[in-house]
């Protein structure tokens, strides 16, 4: 961290407090409240987070306000048009771009692991059929822990490297595992000869019994989710991950947390939320009524893949997952399936109704994503996996990032205490 050149000052009652601000390369400066409490006894209140910064990071940055998401400094936009998801994992995971030898070493290299351990699916087979895929996902990713114990070695940089790879390499055939034990079909092996997008394609639809032939179009706008989902900076799963690691959990029980967090609704599992939505809706005649329903504080109801923490513009994911989603509709021929009518008509009503307007709330990257997702077949509990084996990468980038942080320390957030102040304890025949 370079040395701060500026300093906020704080006063509380006759005393003042200087507090050093970073300048960082891009983004609002940031004030060090780090000696705050020792030297005040003061703690800071922000539930939340939305003014704190709990960590330094030279992954992802997103400027809200212009809808501008960077990896690595990369735009988005250029990596979801000219790059392609493997190029994105290695870009997030060590820094730069790949040359030529370095991105066909990594291709082979998570290729070579993506099949998993045999008795891993005598482990699938103990949950009941009906499972939701993320709660087949959690328990299989935790289990990684048991299967690979040889890469649990957090001090170890070879075995964060190989846990790692393991991961990148494993994640689509665990979920592909998880949607094949939900429907009763058999496990289908990966094939290497395929790219990782349509690899795991093939590993969802693909029987024994039929030839199944990836198609390019459909393998590419999966690819393109997967780099439009691969990090987001520190959201909530992504701290999820940083906090389970900071007590020294291995990698994979740190994944399998943050997955347990991407499945809530207000995150990961919006996408699959919003599916849902629109199918509750039904019809266009409907939308005036939903639309009304999430304007009523009192409803608890929301609109679904509208909204975002910290785009206040746009979302630039939500951009290019349009695109994609027109691309995938047109090669589908399935313009006139009521779902999209009801999604465009929505996003349309939503983006001219002053609530919207006002509140900054435009479709999210899961409003889109949904659509597409649909559309190649995928059932709705699908989504947030998709998500998450296309995230994972992210989280292991963030994960690795802070391990070999020397700053690093256990997070143990403080609390604004309100409960009943000391008092005795009352025999239970007196109460
Ligand atoms: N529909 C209706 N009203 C909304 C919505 C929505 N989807 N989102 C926010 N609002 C209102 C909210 O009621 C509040 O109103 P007021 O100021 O009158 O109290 C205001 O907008 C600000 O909302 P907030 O909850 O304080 O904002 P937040 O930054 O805490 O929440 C969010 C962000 C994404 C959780 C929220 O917009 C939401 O719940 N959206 C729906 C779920 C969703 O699509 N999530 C996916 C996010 S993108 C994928 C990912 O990165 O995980």
Request: proline content about 6%; hydrophobic content about 40%; aromatic content about 10%.
């Amino acid at each position: 961290m370079a040395e701060p050149n500026k300093s906020a000052t704080l006063s509380i009652g006759d005393k003042t407090y200087a507090l050093p601000i970073h300048s960082p390369s891009l983004g609002p400066d940031v004030i060090d409240i780090r000696k705050l409490y020792g030297e005040a006894d003061v703690f800071t209140y922000d539930p939340g987070f939305t003014s704190t910064a709990a960590c330094e990071s030279a992954i992802t940055y997103i400027d809200g306000d212009k809808g501008e998401l960077l990896y690595r400094g990369y735009p988005i936009e250029q990596l979801a048009e000219k790059s392609h998801y493997l190029e994105v994992c290695y870009l997030l995971l060590y820094g730069e771009l790949p040359t030529e030898a370095q991105m066909r070493d990594f291709e082979s290299r998570v290729t070579r692991h993506t099949m998993v351990h045999e008795q891993m699916h005598y482990f699938f087979r103990g949950f009941r059929r009906d499972a939701h895929p993320m709660a087949t996902m959690v328990g299989v990713v935790g289990a990684m822990s048991a299967f690979y114990h040889d890469s649990t070695d957090i001090n170890d940089p070879w075995q964060r490297e190989v846990a790692a790879i393991r991961m990148i390499a494993k994640l689509p055939t665990i979920a592909a595992m998880a949607y094949k034990y939900s429907i009763g079909q058999p496990f289908v092996y990966p094939k290497n000869s395929l790219d990782y997008a349509g690899n795991f394609l093939h590993m969802c639809f693909a029987v024994p019994c039929e030839d199944y032939v990836v198609n390019p179009i459909l393998s590419k706008a999966m690819d393109r989710i997967m780099t439009l989902h691969a990090d987001h900076e520190q959201n909530a799963s992504t701290s999820t991950v940083r906090l389970a690691g900071s007590s020294g959990a291995n990698p994979f029980a740190c994944i399998a947390a943050g997955i347990a967090c991407l499945w809530g609704p207000a995150h990961g599992g919006a996408n699959q939320a919003c599916l849902e939505m629109l199918r509750e809706i039904g019809t266009v005649d409907r939308i005036p009524e939903y639309v009304a329903k999430a304007k009523d504080k009192n409803s608890g109801f929301r609109l679904m893949g509208f909204g975002h923490r910290v785009y206040k513009n746009f979302d630039p994911r939500a951009k290019v997952m349009k695109e994609s989603a027109d691309e995938v509709l047109d090669l589908l021929g399935v313009h006139n399936n009521p779902l999209l009518q009801v999604a465009k008509e929505l996003e349309r009503i939503a983006l001219e109704d002053e609530y919207f307007i006002s509140k900054k709330l435009y479709p999210n990257v899961d409003f889109y994503s949904g659509i597409i997702l649909e559309a190649m077949g995928f059932p709705t509990s699908m989504f947030t996996p998709i998500f998450a084996l296309s995230r994972t990468v992210g989280w292991i980038s963030q994960w690795k990032e802070m391990i070999a942080d020397p700053t690093q320390k256990i997070g143990r957030p403080r609390q604004l205490y309100i409960g009943p102040k000391q008092r005795d304890y009352i025999d239970l025949t007196k109460r």
